[in-house]
Nanobody, 116 residues
């Protein structure tokens, strides 16, 4: 069974940093690109970043590319999202994502709250 589990969310002051992690299981982790999305209250799900299988290609939403960094450790089946210079508008539930076997899989999400 494909599973994704996010961790690392919490409450942080504006300007602070958080590091989110996504651990995958039930599939050959090395073979799949992994993405991060977020959903703020009352808004739709927003793409943040995606990383290729071999860690050599990453893409970011324009509004986050100067503050967020995605990386992966295939030995630990983990993708990390380092978030710096956080703003109150970054408050959201953050999800990781994989498309496997023609289906979309999401983790349960981790809450990030940035206070002003």
């Amino acid at each position: 069974e494909v599973q994704l589990a996010e961790s690392g969310g919490g409450l942080v002051q504006a300007g602070g940093s958080l590091r989110l992690s996504c651990e995958g299981s039930g599939f050959t982790f090395d073979d799949y690109a992994i993405g991060w999305f977020r959903q703020a209250p009352g808004k739709g799900r927003e793409g943040i970043s995606c990383i290729s299988t071999s860690n050599d290609k990453a893409s970011y939403a324009d509004s986050m590319k100067d503050r967020f960094t995605i990386s992966r450790d295939n030995r630990k089946n983990t993708v990390n999202l380092q978030m710096n210079s956080l703003k109150p508008e970054d408050t959201a539930v953050y999800y990781c994502y994989v498309r496997f076997g023609g289906q979309n899989y999401w983790g349960q999400g981790t809450q990030v709250t940035v206070s002003s």
